[in-house]
Structures are given as structure tokens and as C-alpha cells.
């Protein structure tokens, strides 16, 4: 199974509603990352985490990451139809030492005006 | 470069044919990462360059895959004798340092098709 896996797969919500994606993962890690895809191509870099994090916030986003239960959440705050994407956490694995990013398989949000 | 760019934007090859994809960095970013993403499915590691170290292969899922990059500058992507389960998004990005610590800029990808 992946290292980072996204739960939901599918999440459709209203504009001005809160967004919520969770990320479980199975190693031991430095940091977090969270990413936004829109139509299939460049992934955008939302926010990264470290280890010794437990929250960050940046404008509508808020992450959240419990390394006791190997997960995270994104947040997004009264979002808006330009919103819809698909969100990836993706984290290195200090286990293998391999340090390039594991991406998991995604939450595509979409967000209905 | 303002940012990371690929080319080509999309690419249709028969089968049997070799493909080369190219990747520029930005500039002074000493890491590049190459990725595929079938449809709807999540970003698949091939391999990662740092610096003047030798790259992490381990990604590569045969050995019809091979990349080279130059010092921190361009990197290309072969594929030879291309199949058809060989159609997805090749991405590549890059970051200032090799790692999980900075956050990776990505290219729009090239679109590979092989029919």
C-alpha cells in the first residue's frame, strides 16, 4: 500500500463550506507536504508541516499532523468553486532514507457554486 | 527560468518508438525529480538528481527508462521502445535542495500517449 494515502477519495461540497481531507501514512518522516492539482497537470506546493509541528495555518488553509497516529488533515476554510482540485499530502521516508517525495493517490474536491 | 518547464506539452508515439522528454529546472535549484501519473491515479517516483551525485534510480519501473541531467541544468526522460502502458503524465520538479524539507516546484508535464 502507499505511503501516503488520502481519505476521501471523492469529496463534493457547497461554496462557503469547510473542506476536510485526512492523510495516513506509514513511516517515519521530517516533514509533511500538501499539494493541489488542478486538471490533471503541475502540482502546486500548498504548505509543508515538520515533525515537530502539530498545526500551521496559512490564509483559508489549516493543516494539522498527529506523528503518534502517522496522519494528517487539510483544512480549507469557505471555499470557493475555484477550490476544485485534487489535494496530495506527500511526505520522504526517513526509514529508507529515500528523501524525494512519496505522493499519495489524492482527494478530488469539488466544490459546486 | 521563473519556473519549471517541459517539454514537449504532449507527445502521441506508436508503439515500438523511442521518446525524449525534457525538463528545465529553475535556476539554482540543485534537485530534479522525475514522476509519472497514469489517469486518475497519484504521482509514481522514477528518479532523482542532486547535484553531481549519483541518482536515485529506484523508481524506474524497466530498463527501457533512462534520464541524464547535466550538472543543475536540463534533464531529459527516455523511454525506448515505448508501450502502451507506457501512457501518462511525466512531471518533473525541482527544489533548491534534495529532500523532503522544501517544497518542489513542478512543470506542467508532458502527456505521453502511445498508441
Known amino acids: 500500500s502507499q505511503q501516503g494515502e488520502e481519505d476521501p477519495q471523492a469529496l463534493s461540497i457547497q461554496e462557503g463550506e469547510n473542506a476536510t481531507m485526512n492523510c495516513s501514512y506509514k513511516?517515519?518522516?521530517?516533514?509533511l507536504q500538501w499539494y493541489r492539482q488542478n486538471s490533471g497537470r503541475g502540482l502546486v506546493h500548498l504548505i509543508l508541516?515538520?515533525?515537530?509541528?502539530r498545526e500551521k495555518h496559512s490564509g483559508r488553509l489549516r493543516v494539522t499532523l498527529d506523528t503518534s497516529k502517522k496522519s494528517s488533515s487539510l483544512l480549507i476554510t469557505a471555499s470557493r468553486a475555484a477550490d476544485t482540485a485534487s489535494y496530495f499530502c506527500?511526505?520522504?521516508?526517513?526509514?529508507?532514507?529515500?528523501?524525494?517525495?512519496?505522493f499519495g493517490s489524492g482527494t478530488r474536491l469539488q466544490v459546486q457554486p | 527560468g521563473a519556473g519549471v518547464s517541459q517539454s514537449p506539452s504532449n507527445k502521441v508515439t506508436e508503439k515500438g518508438k523511442d521518446v525524449e522528454l525534457r525538463c528545465d529546472p529553475i535556476?539554482?535549484?540543485?534537485?530534479l525529480y522525475w514522476y509519472r501519473q497514469r489517469l486518475g491515479q497519484g504521482l509514481e517516483f522514477l528518479i532523482y538528481?542532486?547535484?553531481?551525485?549519483?541518482?536515485?534510480k529506484s523508481g524506474l519501473p524497466s530498463d527501457r527508462f533512462s534520464a541524464e541531467r547535466t550538472g543543475e541544468s536540463v534533464s531529459t526522460l527516455t523511454i525506448q521502445r515505448t508501450q502502451q502502458e507506457d501512457s501518462a503524465v511525466y512531471l518533473c520538479a525541482s527544489s533548491l535542495v534534495q529532500g523532503d524539507s522544501y517544497g518542489y516546484t513542478f512543470g506542467s508535464g508532458t502527456r505521453l500517449t502511445v498508441v
Open positions: 535556476s539554482g535549484h540543485t534537485a
Open positions: 538528481f542532486q547535484g553531481n551525485s549519483a541518482p536515485d
Open positions: 508541516i515538520r515533525s515537530n509541528e
Open positions: 513511516t517515519s518522516i521530517n516533514n
Open positions: 506527500a511526505t520522504g521516508n526517513m526509514d529508507t532514507g529515500r528523501r524525494a517525495l512519496t
